[in-house]
């Protein structure tokens, strides 16, 4: 094959199953809580950050993940009590609230960090041969773990007994309220989970992005057009959406530009925004 | 009328002796802060009026902007300009009307979807200025556009703004006193409602869209001779977030929070970003706190004790123009009509057919489709297959608020009605639907109709008369017999009312009796009736329709009925 | 008007003679009671946005050059004292901010060092009844009245590092890639002109959005697939590192040369030693350049702003000499009238960090050099002297 086409198409991989794991978070807290969190992107950004942080402290880059993690956790539990535990009832203010929250860690970050650009070294550097295609084997192992993270976390929702509980509680909160199912908990939980997945992604892409404050509003909209196309609250859909705004930015990229892939992806998500506003597999 | 000329006189003198008591410099910051001010109170309307929330302003702000500079650039000094500056402001106006009319076109729920559909238009047209290097000069913008013909002191310029300004806030303060305001609040509250009363909510909203299109455009349109440059930061993510900061912190539903919030955060954000370096940290946390605790914003502390004081309800002295349509057949026929949610099927192939005026009753187990059948008639359920005939035409998924303006009037089974508006705001919905022209809603003589149905429905009701009570405030009762009397005075000639004395005390319920008895006769009108209260069918129908899994199972009068087996069997069968 | 909006503080660094040299606020209230003959100099630099990475080293150098200046004598017997702004908020604000300085605070002269639609901002606001320098390099063009270009211009980088690169790494097919803004486009141009002047081609053009999150894989490959002898870089900030990081993530850097035309010491750090192979930088300034008088100022620097000081790079160190073109201006022309100044900027020599700068046509005949990476410094490969701005304002 030729190796500049293979190159093509592992980076349209790549581009898919990074988006995939950000998109994931967002998706699992739209579905359980019925929350569109517009602060999802500044967890990547922070994730990021502490990618960046433990590398400045001369520590291994993995030592990154529990410290991502850690803050993550804190930050995810603080935010669900403060803010989105009392909006529940009122979804609007809850998109106007993250989103000031959004402002809050991007400027908050700014202040600690300046709005300069941080460089996290690629933790491996070589390259290896696929089908004649030299292709950097940090990126290959990225998109390898992406697509094991999201293949093991739909096997875990349909298997174990949180998933079936979690589903019980998307299909109707009330009815599992009262057989017992702890609600607010696994609420609280599931907006942990959401957060800690964005910033995991943030550690593992901040090799590859100048890591800067501003990163998370790329995500969230990209994760939000993810959603639109796919539709809300469904794997499948959550997979083809990835596929849809991730393959077709990557794709008209490598043909035109990136002017045209970036303003391509805008289109599509207004289009759907319109036309078909549940995606292509909306929830029943 | 004589509290909005002091209103305006105090407006403009403000706006007039300012700066010579701030100076040349701030003269020249507040012209600035101005024009942002006037984009904001666009999303004051939107967001505070007719409740829904635009993330892209700025768009319309930065297009307004462009057209404007390239108008001063090209046509320097031309008669043109005369045309051409107003046209750069009205564009963006057509342009969010037309975004409107598509993005709300047949969709109830408009929240968070059309939020992001105008943030991702927004991030669209910072594309289009930022790579469109030939037309708009990319990323460095428009450069040395002229001043606008005649004007180049700092303090001309403040004039221009501040006019524009006093303008728009004295239009604003007037819509919003108009029958259009009570409308706009109306839609943020129910929409539903609103479209049972005959308005296209989708047009309302498109409208107001609009007319937040054309404050951003007269906003940009200005900016470009101000500033002498045009960037594309204006069609930008960040002056859209601000756009709606200032309206959140100063006062959405206020008519001058946007206006203070724009000045004063605006101003402390010039002057603090070069000395507090939280300075952003600190707003975000403000905005938050807002959106948490304060809805109301600033001016919402101050605001509602002045309208207090100022408004006095006009009286009820003009009679309403008479409802077109307003007699004629008052038939319906369902003819095997199908409807499914999913794969639970609803109803299943219904007849039923209704041909002259009178009251009749739909009964049946719960789940026999009743209340579907209601949904199906007017266009809430999207029917599979059959058809639907009212008076004597076609109307398979009509839309609500054209059936209203045909005649069809609906009440729900929760009393649907305006819960923050006033009882006479309610009625007035009520009274405007299907009657009122633009220039009524434009103009104030329209708060002061009333009618016959109205007169007689407060004298029927007292509590009725009471009308500067909050709707929201009345007992679950009174708010059945308002949404009643609402539908009432539309003056129906088909009335579909889903459990009319659900909640009632017994002798509310008897006094819906004879509302309905009444109306029924006077507007000769076709009443069908879903209703559990076997007493209540007993006393009012003239015929009694049982439904049961989503078909007819039986039709005849009282005594028919309950003496027909098969119903018996139903009942039993579901009772067991 | 002061008394009714009296800011909080506006940070002033007032450089004595006697030398504390300490920068100190001072309310904005006391600006008005400041000695008469005083002269004020407001600053732009990027204190917020993209920018702000160059923020520290601009200001610390700004300081610098005024305690200099104040030193010996202030400019023309007038001690100096600096008004700073923020260079990187929107164009708009920038504009407020300069009519401020110019009507409240009442400066004398304004030195610049942001992008170019802040400079079309202010100049639009200043129209010439203050004069302005402007620093950082850029893509020309700018003859407005009563503005001072001390910036290198693209006829000043890319002239004699095509040739030399062309001369040298014997290159001849090309490929450029730049952000979608005036300065890469107009940078191309030159750069077009000299590679088809030393028989190269160009194999493909490509421009990305500006402030978009952009991706370079798709880019890297299709120059992979192009196999460009040299790539010629125009993008700038986040897009720079990220372009050059994921061109040697591909592995690309073992084969294919690269020179980018807004990299300094700065940005060079950000793209890190694993990735700066075979990229050259072509510009006026680098911080190893070796002269005495480089010396001289790197050891005053170090001095006067300690050990924790802002690094010395390209987009920073350039007020240094925009300070004391401003000097040499005023001195020059007795005073800050336009007219006269206009006049004085005819082959005015003042003072730069590495020797003296010669302004001719309202922009600078200055030395240039072309640096090759070795790892996250710069190393000089070539020295090229007073080159051609190649501006014509009158």
Redesign the interface.
């Known amino acids: 094959m030729d190796p500049?086409l293979t190159?093509?198409i592992l980076?349209v991989v790549?581009?898919v199953s990074t988006l995939a794991v950000v998109v994931l978070g967002l998706a699992v807290v739209f579905g359980l809580l019925g929350v569109m969190n517009l602060a999802h992107g500044e967890f990547v950004m922070i994730g990021a950050y502490c990618a960046f942080f433990v590398q400045t402290q001369n520590l291994p880059f993995l030592a990154a993940v529990p410290v991502a993690l850690l803050v993550c956790i804190v930050l995810g539990l603080a935010v669900e009590r403060i803010l989105v535990r009392p909006l529940y009832a009122r979804p609007f203010d809850t998109l106007l609230a993250t989103w000031g929250l959004s402002m809050l860690l991007r400027e908050g970050v700014e202040a600690v960090y300046?709005?300069?650009?941080?460089?996290v070294?690629?933790p491996l550097?070589d390259?290896i041969d696929v089908l004649g295609a030299?292709?950097?084997s940090?990126?290959l192992l990225l998109a390898a773990v992406s697509i094991a993270l999201v293949a093991g976390l739909v096997w875990w929702f349909v298997r174990s007994a949180t998933g079936r509980r979690i589903r019980a509680v998307v299909n109707n909160p009330e009815l599992a309220g009262s057989v017992g199912i702890p609600v607010t908990a696994l609420a609280r939980n599931t907006f942990v989970f959401g957060c800690c997945l964005a910033a995991l992604s943030g550690v593992l892409l901040a090799p590859?992005?100048?890591v800067?404050p501003m990163?998370g509003?790329?995500f969230i909209l990209k994760s939000f057009f993810v959603l639109v196309v796919g539709g809300l609250g469904s794997l499948v859909g959550l997979i083809s959406g990835s596929g849809v705004i991730g393959g077709v930015e990557?794709i008209v990229?490598?043909f035109f530009?990136?002017?045209y892939?970036?303003t391509t992806v805008l289109i599509i998500a207004i289009l759907f925004l319109w036309l078909r506003p549940n995606g292509l597999f909306p929830r029943t | 009328m004589a509290s909005f000329l002091g209103h305006s006189a105090a407006l403009v003198a403000a706006l007039a002796v300012l700066p010579q008591?701030?100076?040349?410099?701030?003269a020249?910051?507040l012209a600035?802060y101005f024009l942002y001010a006037i984009a904001s109170l666009g999303i004051g309307l939107c967001w505070g009026q007719a409740g829904f929330l635009p993330l892209g302003q700025a768009m319309f702000f930065g297009l307004a902007a462009y057209l404007s500079g390239l108008s001063l650039i090209h046509f320097k000094d031309s008669w043109l300009l005369l045309l051409l500056l107003p046209g750069a402001a009205l564009a963006p106006g057509l342009l969010a009307y037309g975004i409107g009319l598509l993005v709300f076109r047949g969709r109830t729920l408009s929240g968070p979807f059309f939020a992001m559909i105008t943030l991702a238009l927004t991030l669209l047209a910072?594309?289009i200025a930022?790579?469109w290097?030939d037309v708009t000069g990319?990323?460095?913008?428009l450069?040395?556009?002229p001043g606008l013909p005649g004007l180049s002191d700092?303090t001309d310029l403040y004039y221009i703004s501040a006019v524009a300004l006093a303008v728009c806030l004295l239009a604003i303060a007037w819509l919003r006193r108009a029958p259009a305001g009570v409308l706009w609040r109306a839609v943020a509250q129910n929409e539903q409602r609103v479209r049972f009363c005959g308005f296209a909510v989708q047009n309302v909203k498109a409208a107001v869209f609009g007319l937040s299109g054309v404050l951003a455009g007269i906003g940009g349109a200005l900016?470009a001779p101000q500033?002498?440059?045009v960037?594309?930061?204006l069609c930008g993510f960040?002056l859209s977030a601000d756009l709606v900061i200032w309206a959140a912190v100063g006062g959405r539903a206020t008519l001058y929070g946007p206006v203070v919030g724009a000045v004063l955060i605006g101003i402390l954000t010039?002057?603090?970003?070069?000395?507090?370096s939280y300075w952003e940290v600190i707003l975000a946390a403000i905005f938050i706190v807002v959106v948490l605790y304060f809805r109301q914003g600033l001016m919402g502390f101050v605001e509602p004790l002045f309208e207090r004081l100022s408004r006095r309800r006009a009286p009820r002295a003009l009679d309403s123009p008479a409802r077109p349509q307003a007699s004629g057949d008052t038939g319906f026929a369902l003819d095997d009509v199908r409807v499914r949610m999913g794969s639970v099927s609803i109803l299943e192939g219904l007849d039923l057919a209704i041909d002259g005026p009178g009251i009749y009753c739909l009964i049946g187990p719960n789940g026999a489709g009743k209340t579907s059948c209601f949904n199906a008639m007017t266009g809430e359920l999207p029917v599979r297959s059959g058809h639907i005939r009212i008076f004597g035409s076609t109307r398979t998924g009509n839309a609500a608020d054209l059936l209203s303006r045909i005649g069809v009037g609906r009440k729900f089974q929760a009393p649907s009605l305006f819960p923050d508006l006033t009882v006479a705001e309610n009625f007035n919905i009520g009274l405007w639907g299907g009657r009122a022209r633009l220039r009524d809603l434009l103009g104030m003589r329209s708060h002061g109709w009333t009618s016959a149905i109205l007169r007689e429905a407060q004298a029927r009701f007292p509590f009725l008369a009471e009308e500067d009570r909050r709707a929201g405030d009345l007992s679950h009762g009174q708010r059945q017999i308002l949404e009643l009397a609402m539908v009432l005075i539309a003056e129906p000639r088909l009335i579909l009312l889903d459990e009319p004395s659900a909640g009632l005390s017994q002798t509310e319920t008897q006094e819906v009796i004879e509302a309905i008895r009444w109306v029924s006769g006077r507007l000769n009108a076709s009443t069908v009736i879903v209703e559990h209260d076997m007493t209540f069918v007993r006393e009012l129908a003239d015929r009694i329709f049982v439904l049961h899994q989503g078909r007819l199972l039986a039709s005849g009068t009282v005594a028919e009925i309950q003496a027909d087996n098969r119903v018996r069997a139903v009942y039993v069968g579901a009772s067991a | 008007?002061q008394k009714?909006?009296k800011?909080?503080?506006?940070?002033h660094f007032v450089a004595g003679a006697l030398g504390s040299g300490a920068a100190v606020a001072a309310p904005a209230i006391l600006t008005g009671a400041q000695a008469a003959g005083e002269l004020k100099m407001a600053t732009f630099y990027a204190?917020?946005?993209?920018g702000?990475?160059f923020g520290p080293t601009q200001t610390a150098v700004t300081k610098l050059a005024v305690d200099e200046i104040n030193a010996g004598g202030g400019i023309g017997g007038r001690k100096v004292t600096v008004i700073?702004?923020?260079g990187?908020?929107?164009?708009?604000?920038a504009?407020?901010?300069a009519?401020?300085l110019m009507?409240?605070d009442k400066v004398d002269i304004v030195v610049g060092s942001h992008?170019?639609?802040v400079r079309?901002?202010i100049v639009?606001?200043l129209k010439g009844r203050v004069p302005y320098v402007y620093t950082p390099l850029y893509e020309g063009g700018e003859c407005n009245p009563n503005v001072f270009v001390t910036a290198d211009t693209p006829q000043q980088q890319v002239q004699p590092s095509i040739t030399w690169l062309a001369k040298t790494l014997g290159a001849k097919s090309y490929y450029l890639i730049g952000?979608?803004?005036?300065w890469p486009?107009k940078t191309n141009e030159q750069a077009k002109k000299y590679i088809a002047a030393a028989g190269g081609k160009v194999v493909g053009e490509?421009?990305?959005?500006?402030?978009?999150?952009?991706?370079f894989?798709?880019?890297v490959?299709?120059i992979?697939?192009k196999k460009p002898d040299l790539v010629v870089i125009t993008l700038v900030?986040?897009d720079n590192?990220?372009f050059n990081?994921?061109f040697a993530?591909?592995?690309l850097d073992k084969s294919i040369k690269r020179i980018s035309y807004l990299l300094e010491e700065?940005t060079l750090?950000?793209?890190?030693d694993?990735s700066s192979n075979g990229l050259y930088s072509a510009m006026s300034y680098f911080e190893n350049e070796k002269s005495e008088a480089n010396a001289k100022f790197k050891a005053a620097y170090r001095k006067a702003a300690g050990a924790k000081a802002p690094p010395l790079a390209m987009i920073g160190v350039d007020t240094y000499g925009g300070v004391n073109c401003a000097k040499a201006l005023i001195e020059k022309a007795g005073g800050t009238d336009a007219a006269k100044l206009m006049a004085a900027a005819s082959n005015l020599n003042y003072r730069t960090p590495t020797g003296t700068g010669v302004m001719t046509n309202r922009h600078v005949v200055k030395d240039m050099y072309l640096a090759e990476c070795k790892g996250t410094s710069f190393d000089i490969v070539e020295t090229f002297k007073a080159v051609a701005h190649g501006q014509t304002c009158s």
């Not at chain 3, 204190?47 to 993209?50: D, E, N, T, Y």
């Not at chain 3, 750090?269 to 890190?272: E, K, N, S, V, Y």
């Open positions: 500049i190159t093509n980076n790549y581009e300046g709005r300069g650009f941080k460089s070294a690629v550097t390259s030299d292709y950097p940090y990126r590859l992005m100048p800067q990163l509003l790329d990557s990229s490598a530009d990136r002017t892939g970036y | 008591l701030v100076g040349e410099f701030w020249y910051t600035l910072f594309q930022n790579s290097n990319g990323f460095n913008g450069k040395n556009i700092f900016y500033q002498n440059l960037t594309p930061q960040i010039a002057d603090l970003r070069d000395e507090i | 008007m009714i909006y800011p909080i503080s506006r940070r204190l917020s946005g993209p702000s990475l700073p702004s923020d990187g908020a929107p164009p708009a604000e504009a407020k901010a009519i401020r009507l409240r992008d170019s639609a079309e901002a639009a606001a952000n979608d803004y005036v486009r490509e421009y990305v959005p500006l402030g978009a999150p952009n991706k894989e798709d880019a490959t299709r992979k697939a900030g986040g590192i990220n990081r994921t993530g591909f592995g700065q750090a950000g793209i890190g694993k």
